[in-house]
Each structure stands twice: as structure tokens, then as C-alpha cells.
């Protein structure tokens, strides 16, 4: 017999997060089949103590369906796919790893700004189709004395301000609440866009953030500004980006996150004027590792047992 806490595992992770999970927990996988899910919540949801999740819908349902629920750790930053105000209200804890992998995000961060403030993806081509020995490639845009509006200062937010603040930019903030930082603040995305020639999106998703950054907000920022978005791709209104920058309203954007993923948008694809990844933000081998480290730390610590030793 044994005195393990059941937890349920709704991620794909990695060998050695799957093997500290089953040391310290009894793991039932949740089967992608929702009659083969549903099966297995009617026999084991009643001893179901944590839940670990990525990209599976965690509604009011299935948390009903596990009423000895005490924590869900997300491997991810964001919450959007768990409902959390229905959850907190029954006393079960959320944890995310947005502490973990903000360096890594912010990284990423950086290096767009720079591929599209340089031109880089068509400095490339610009060499590989062989213009080099007789055409010049355009001057680019510097950071320095650049002024760029951060839309939400959480962990990831403020890794990227310090980061812009080396290459000589001048980043401002705008979020729910002022921070404990002298960086300029603004109330609203639109007081933000105003002040600033490019915008970089690190909010979370919300039914509030929602489309926040429309229309008005791009335009916002003028014909020679810049969007950046390594958050969520519903925060940004895709169909007026795509407008805006069809009538040269807008310099160029860097996207790492879209509307419908992997789905995008062909005049996206299209547009020199855009640098594009897929959702790479905390990808990395190591960031990845350090996420389902935490992720299983969090599930440990809630529930009780002996910690992993970590090295620091």
C-alpha cells in the first residue's frame, strides 16, 4: 500500500520530469480521447490531490469532476486555458512557470526587436540572393534613444526592460497597476502607444486583454512605429495589423504568437516588413527542463514529500 498523492497528468514532458512525477506521485495520464478521459475521471477523479497541465482546457467542469483537487501547476506562463477565478474560489492553488522561463522570453524578445529594427531577415536574403556586389541594402532603425511602451510588467516585462535599457533604448510601462520602478508609467495600451515608437506585448491573456491592442492602438504609434508580440496572438487585433500595415501605417512587426495557431495569416507571410516565429518563446532544451523542474516542485511542495535536490 502506498501513501503517494494521486495526481493527474494532462502535458507532454520531458523523461526526466515524467520519472520525478512517478517517484513522488501515483500518475494517471489523461487520454486525449474525451470517452477515454472521461472513463478514467470517473475512476480515479474522486483521488485526484494535483493536476498537472499545459495546453489542456481545465474548465469548471473538469475541476468539478476532481473534488479533491488542491493545486493545478501549469507548465506554461499563461492561465488562459484554466479556469482560475472558478478554481481560487474553491480553494485550489494555480501555479505557472513565468517565473522560470522570463529570461528565455525576454531573450527572445530582444533578438526580434533586433531583427526587425536591423532588418535582419532581409539583410539576409538581401546576401543569400546575391544584391551584395552591386546594390546597398537600405539603412536600418537604431535602438538608441528608441522609445518602446511595454504592455504588461510582470516577469517577462520587466526582464525586457533591462535588457532595452542596455542597448541604449527607453522603455515605459503600462499594466493593471503601477510597479516599484522609475520607468514612466501610463494608465491605458492607447496613453502608451502615444508615447512611444513601438509597442512590445508580454501580457497575459484575459477576457480583458482580449483584442486590446486594436486598431486605434497600432495606429497609435504612426507609420514609422513597431508592434512586438512574444505574449499571446488574441491580445493583438491580427486583421487590423494586417490593414494597418497594407496602407503603410505601421514600420514592421515581429510576432512570435498569432490569432490561430499554427495558423497564419498568409498577407502576414508575405510581408517583408515582418519577422515571424513559432511560438518559441521559452524554447530552449534548458528553459524547458527548468519548467517541468518547477512545474514538479510546485506539485511537491503543495502536496508534500521529500524536494528534489536542485543545483542552483
Known amino acids: 500500500m502506498t501513501d503517494k498523492p494521486h495526481i493527474l497528468k494532462a502535458a507532454k514532458l520531458s523523461e526526466k520530469t515524467l520519472g520525478e512525477l512517478a517517484d513522488r506521485f501515483i500518475v494517471h495520464a489523461l487520454p486525449e480521447d474525451a470517452g477515454e478521459a472521461s472513463r478514467l475521471l470517473d475512476q480515479v477523479g474522486s483521488q485526484i490531490r494535483g493536476l498537472a497541465v499545459r495546453k489542456t482546457i481545465i474548465d469548471k467542469a473538469m475541476i468539478d469532476r476532481l473534488p479533491a483537487l488542491e493545486i493545478i ?24 512557470t513565468s517565473h522560470i522561463l522570463a529570461l528565455e522570453v525576454a531573450n527572445l524578445a530582444l533578438a526580434q526587436i533586433l531583427a526587425l529594427t536591423r532588418e535582419m531577415i532581409n539583410a539576409d536574403r538581401f546576401v543569400r540572393e546575391g544584391k551584395w556586389p552591386t546594390d546597398v541594402f537600405p539603412l536600418a532603425r537604431s535602438l538608441k534613444g528608441m522609445r518602446v511602451g511595454i504592455v504588461g510588467f510582470g516577469h517577462i516585462g520587466s526582464e525586457i526592460a533591462k535588457r532595452l535599457e542596455v542597448v541604449g533604448a527607453k ?91 499554427p495558423d497564419v495569416p498568409q498577407a502576414l507571410i508575405d510581408d517583408r516588413r515582418v519577422v515571424l516565429s513559432p511560438h518559441i518563446g521559452s524554447g530552449t ?25 536542485r543545483p542552483n
Open 73 to 96: 501547476a501549469s507548465y506554461s506562463a499563461g492561465t488562459e486555458n484554466i479556469d482560475t477565478e472558478y478554481a481560487r474560489g474553491k480553494g485550489i492553488t494555480i501555479a505557472n
Open 171 to 261: 522603455p515605459s510601462y503600462t499594466g493593471p497597476n503601477r510597479k516599484p520602478t522609475e520607468l514612466p508609467f501610463y494608465e491605458t495600451p492607447l496613453e502608451l502607444a502615444r508615447a512611444n515608437q513601438m509597442l512590445v506585448i508580454t501580457c497575459p491573456l484575459t477576457p480583458q486583454t482580449r483584442g486590446m491592442i486594436g486598431a486605434e492602438v497600432l495606429g497609435a504609434l504612426g507609420p514609422d512605429g513597431y508592434l512586438v508580440n512574444i505574449a499571446r496572438g488574441p491580445i493583438v487585433d491580427e486583421q487590423a495589423l494586417i490593414a494597418l500595415l497594407a496602407r503603410d501605417g505601421l514600420a514592421g512587426a515581429a510576432l512570435d504568437v498569432f490569432e490561430d495557431e
Open 285 to 309: 532544451v534548458e528553459t524547458r527542463q527548468f519548467m517541468g523542474d518547477a512545474m514538479v516542485d510546485a506539485l511537491v511542495g503543495k502536496l508534500g514529500g521529500e524536494p528534489f535536490a
